[in-house]
């Protein structure tokens, strides 16, 4: 099923990145289903601390010791089995011990207090739903009627697919927690705690004709945020949950900025940075109107950016300048974007 079959008017979230990058390769990639590279060496090794770290937090263990001996006997097995090629022994053991370092620091940053908050919504909820990896939501989003003149939409609603690695409690709240392998696709979201100002400009400036802004990884961001948020929503009020309100994490697992090695005694010391996108999604004059964690800009911009999706035709002219500039050169889809190679040649005279 492609993510443009009416019948079922589904997309997913990184289908929607994908897009903001580029709308004809959203085509390539997820409506014909182009392959692109999939030799990606540090998304493997996030895949491997994340299934390391969900087997923890599954065992019911809630102590750092007790975690710890759980998710270094995953990560072992697990290790045995990858067959990423190094240039040699040194290198592969250096690799490991930079994962085992990501560990013990996301114990030592959130991971007891994550395994308490599973814990503590264990009571009202299985296990099992709260546990991934790559633990499914989603979000149905109302389409836009057409305006005067265009072709009404392909479907009413679509709905967009998310994940998260696990879910816990917070007090009041249930959290969404997704390990991806650095924070550098948030930019300026990174380091902003509020919607109003630069956020909701850099948001609404992404989309202005008028302007030459281009920041589609953070625009996505909050997107994704948005779908995850709503997800969770969903979750809760099907795990009879309560009206505790939604939140959603990212922790970094393949940032190497805060990794310290010390060659001469073979340690390896990292740190992870934890960043909470809700508050910087949430509109509070919305959050006021609905008390729920939403943002009318951004959702409603969704739903126009899904719309087109959902009824196509996938044409990057209107924002060719600024895809070209950014997108193409480590695009793996320009040897059959006609685009693109009408740019390439293309005749004087």
Same mark, same amino acid.
């Given at each position: ?5 009416? @019948? ?11 897009? &903001? ?15 692109? @590279?999939?030799?990606?060496?540090? $998304? ?10 969900? $087997? ?16 270094? $006997? ?5 290790? *045995?089995?990858? %067959? ?18 990501? &560990? ?7 991971? /007891? ?7 503590? &919504? ?7 739903? !709260? ?24 479907? %009413?609603?679509? *709905?967009?697919?998310?994940? +998260? ?13 997704? #390990? /991806? ?7 300026? !979201? ?14 609404? %400036? ?12 953070? /625009?996505?961001?909050?997107?994704? *945020?948005? +779908?995850?948020?709503?997800? =969770?929503?969903? !979750?809760?009020?099907?795990?009879? &949950? ?14 190497? @900025? ?43 911009? !969704?739903? *126009?950016?899904? @719309?087109? =999706?959902?009824?196509?035709? #996938? ?35």
């Amino acid at each position: 099923m492609t993510d443009t079959d009416s @019948s079922a008017a589904s997309l997913s979230v990184d289908g929607l990145r994908t897009a &903001l990058h580029c709308p004809r390769r959203h085509e390539f990639a997820h409506v014909h289903g182009l392959e692109g @590279s999939d030799d990606d060496a540090v $998304d493997d090794r996030v895949a491997l601390l994340r299934t390391a770290i969900c $087997d923890a937090l599954r065992s019911g263990e809630t102590d750092r010791a007790g975690l710890e001996t759980v998710a270094r $006997d995953r990560l072992s097995a697990l290790w *045995t089995d990858h %067959d990423e090629p190094f240039h040699s022994v040194a290198q592969r053991r250096h690799e490991r011990r930079v994962l085992e370092a990501t &560990l013990s620091a996301y114990l030592e940053r959130v991971g /007891v207090d994550h395994a308490a908050g599973l814990e503590a &919504l264990d009571a009202d909820a299985a296990r099992g739903e !709260l546990i991934g990896p790559e633990l499914p939501l989603s979000s149905t989003v109302a389409l836009p009627d057409a305006a005067g003149g265009s072709d009404p939409p392909a479907a %009413d609603a679509v *709905t967009i697919d998310a994940t +998260v690695d696990y879910v816990y409690g917070d007090g009041s709240s249930i959290v969404g927690v997704r #390990f /991806v392998p650095t924070l550098a696709p948030l930019g300026r !979201l990174r380091y902003r705690s509020d919607w109003e100002g630069d956020v909701a400009d850099l948001f609404t %400036d992404h989309f202005d004709d008028e302007r030459d802004a281009f920041d589609p990884d953070p /625009v996505g961001s909050l997107f994704e *945020t948005a +779908v995850v948020i709503d997800g =969770l929503r969903t !979750l809760r009020d099907r795990l009879e &949950l309560g009206d505790r309100t939604c939140r959603y994490v990212q922790i970094p697992l393949a940032d190497r @900025s805060g990794t310290a090695v010390n060659w001469v005694r073979d340690t390896v010391e990292t740190s992870l940075e934890v960043v909470d996108l809700t508050d910087v999604y949430v509109d509070h004059h919305t959050y006021g109107m609905t008390h729920d964690h939403r943002n009318e800009t951004v959702d409603s911009r !969704l739903a *126009t950016v899904a @719309s087109s =999706l959902i009824s196509g035709p #996938f044409d990057p002219s209107d924002r060719w300048d600024q895809i070209e500039e950014h997108a193409c050169p480590d695009c793996e889809y320009t040897v059959c974007c006609q685009e693109y190679i009408g740019q390439e040649v293309r005749f004087d005279g």
